[in-house]
């Protein structure tokens, strides 16, 4: 275990050194990423500042749900999201066999290679968006952040999965560069209040394909407001998360050279 924990760090310090290599770049990368995310409740802004609102909260509290979200993608993506792109380009290239003869598990090296500190970017602006909407709606208790961050890990889980998923459909569908437009249009569903869907949806978004955990379910949580059904949520979470990494192992034995 320990050699892995070395090996992960050690990619975390190379990126890091190669993305300060280009100091503007990244830079630029991080300001574009801190003007999207002050982009990102523009929706909400707008209803809200229409008069409108989603019935039964306020801003804040939408707001709130939104910021979750957006940490939670924040850091799945700079843990994951470069293992779909590096994936494909492997395939593509006929290089994926220089990955498979590392001396250690293909999926942890394409994990830990592919770190994006880029995404810090992300990351900023949803604490500040969190920040606003902590200080408006405050913290139901103590024991509602201990909810919240068993919550928020799920659905850190959720999002590795929906990323493994994703890479792991590249060595079969070599031009499958919309799969991240389809599963970013899913999870939509996460960035709003789930009582605003009709139930059928909310129980899709809740134990299918568990969007809701990624931003509702811990804002709930620090609310105050955790029902049971969303602690059992936990568990398709976990198993989305798995399924995710299954399918990736099981598609590298499928792997047949230059496009898959």
């Known amino acids: 275990m320990k050699k892995f924990f070395n090996i992960y760090f050690t990619c975390i310090k190379t990126a890091m050194a190669r993305a300060l290599a280009y100091r503007l770049n990244f ?7 801190l003007g999207w995310n002050a982009l990102f409740p523009l929706v909400t802004i707008l209803i809200y500042g229409a008069g409108a ?9 939408v707001l709130l749900i939104q910021s979750v979200f957006l940490l939670s993608t924040g850091f799945a993506f700079m843990a994951f999201n470069g293992v779909l792109w590096s994936t494909m380009h492997h395939i593509r290239e006929g290089s994926f066999e220089i990955v498979l003869l590392k001396p250690i598990s293909p999926i942890f090296f394409m ?4 770190f994006d500190p880029e995404c810090v970017g992300m990351i900023v602006g949803g604490t500040v968006l969190f920040t606003i909407a ?9 024991m509602a952040v201990g909810q919240f961050l068993i919550l928020f890990t799920a659905g850190f889980a959720v999002m590795a999965g929906i990323n493994m998923l994703m890479a792991a459909t590249s060595f079969k569908w070599v031009g499958n ?25 909310q129980g899709i978004a809740a134990f299918v394909f568990p969007v809701s955990m ?25 198993l989305f998360m798995l399924f995710g990494i299954f399918m ?5 034995k499928l792997y047949e050279g230059v496009g898959g």
């Open 177 to 201: 560069s919309r799969i991240p437009e389809i599963f970013d249009s899913m999870m939509e569903f996460g960035k709003y209040p789930a009582t605003i869907f009709p139930k059928p949806l």
């Open 53 to 61: 609102s989603f019935p039964g909260w306020d801003f804040y509290e």
């Open 134 to 142: 902590i200080v408006h709606t405050g913290v139901a208790s103590v």
């Open 248 to 252: 990736y192992k099981h598609m590298i």
């Open 27 to 33: 830079v630029l990368s991080m300001l574009i990423a």
């Open 214 to 238: 990624i931003g509702f379910f811990p804002a709930q949580a620090l609310l105050g407001d955790l029902e049971m059904y969303m602690i059992i949520s936990i568990i398709p979470c976990i």
């Open 111 to 114: 994990i830990a290679a592919n």
